[in-house]
């Protein structure tokens, strides 16, 4: 594909498409692993993308969009769907503007962006919105900490070794965007 903007709506979808069936399908099967206040949603290492190219942005809002629609009918409302779908929309723009920032070669702080976006944002809607005695500083501390660290468990064990790999074949498998 020698046309840019064709390549970029592609990824875009691709990335889409993939995170919302990665979602969805560990949720059928695993229930409550990738939306409930601990959570280990495999689907975050595509997050890493947005180090790689422009493309992961709508890519990851929309496919956390259409993932977080599951969400709605399992009792989460629309809260989700708007706030962790922030989340990650502000994540990946962080990460894209941090992609150059690297510590032996490895993006270390874009790979932070997903928990600290996600333990803040989705740790104050968990706090706010479904917390039964209403919102307390202590409650926020504790389901945002446990987001952020079920974000930090995916993209550590798994993000590492995928900046790996595309930081060797990136190019090649059409990733990385001149």
Excluded at 67 to 96: E, K, Q, R, W
Excluded at 101 to 107: E, G, L
Excluded at 147 to 172: D, Q, S, T, Y
Aim: glycine content about 8%; proline content about 4%.
């Amino acid at each position: 594909m020698k046309n840019k903007r064709v390549m970029y709506i592609t990824q875009a979808a691709v990335i889409a498409a993939l995170y919302a069936v990665l979602t969805v399908g560990q949720n059928t099967l695993l229930p409550g692993t990738a939306s409930a206040a601990v959570q280990f949603r495999v689907a975050e290492v595509l997050c890493v993308l947005a180090i790689y190219t422009p493309a992961a942005i709508p890519g990851l809002t929309l496919g956390c969009i259409i993932a977080n629609i599951s969400s709605v009918t399992a009792g989460l409302g629309f809260y989700d769907m708007i706030f962790g779908s922030l989340a990650s929309l502000l994540a990946a723009i962080a990460m894209y503007l941090l992609r150059n920032v690297r510590v032996k070669n490895i993006p270390f702080p874009a790979l932070l962006m997903p928990a600290i976006f996600n333990g803040i944002i989705v740790g104050l809607e968990i706090s706010i919105f479904f917390a039964d005695t209403g919102f307390s500083f202590v409650s926020f501390l504790v389901t945002g900490g446990f987001v952020a660290l079920g974000e930090l468990v995916v993209l550590l064990v798994l993000g590492i070794p995928a900046c790996i790999l595309l930081n060797k074949h990136g190019k090649k498998m059409g990733v990385v965007l001149d």
